[in-house]
């Protein structure tokens, strides 16, 4: 006995139908996975660690080469591993710029200058954020996952992201007041370990503290929904 033809031409038209109805979920990347995973984290830190001690040894061209090579060669060990284009791009950008900001102040130091004035940009955008009752971790997450903006009148989930941003502006801010006194002082090699000290190991707590975070807020949400 054949088998009878579906309307869309497949051998069995309730295989096609049971296929369309049973989709395989999509696994929703936890926050550490949307900033690049540990190794991005790890990767941001080697141009610096490559630039500080070749300026110290060979001076401030030397250097330039250097951190570039490092974070070209990163950038396509990133690409070969598929790690996702975007990071690497920005990666590499973000050398590039520090680099170019180096040779134009004509001191090491100056590699570390857009690092600085981008941790105060961000304190201060997620401090607005709160202010303005859109808290950034909230907008993040939803946005994320494809959700609305109901979580924003609750006031308990509300609360719960604001204390999750308000803890990311401290982060940077701390960042800010630490890395540009330590410039202003002209410590290149405390600069660099400034930088990779409060870099990842930070990061990590910092998200660590948010998913508890996010997890009370979705509770709260669940909770009011019910």
Known sequence: MTPTSGADGSADGTAAHDVEQDPSPEQTPSVLEQMGGVSGLIYSTIPVVVFVPV??????????????ATAALVFLIRIVRREGLTPAISGLLGVAICVFIADRV?????????????TL??????VVSILVRWPLIGVA??????????????RRTLRAYDIATALWALVFAARYLTQSELYDLGATGWLAFARIAMGWPLTALAVLATVVLVRRAVREEDTVSA
Not at 55 to 68: D, K, Y
Not at 106 to 118: E, H, M, N, P, V
Not at 141 to 154: D, I
């Open 141 to 154: 997450w939803h946005l994320v996952n494809g959700q609305g903006t109901a979580w924003r009148r609750h």
């Open 106 to 118: 004509g001191d090491a130091k100056g590699y570390f200058l857009f690092g600085i004035w981008t």
């Open 55 to 68: 300026n110290s040894f060979f001076g401030l061209r030397a250097a330039i080469v250097a951190a570039l």
């Open 121 to 126: 940009a961000y304190a201060i955008v997620f």
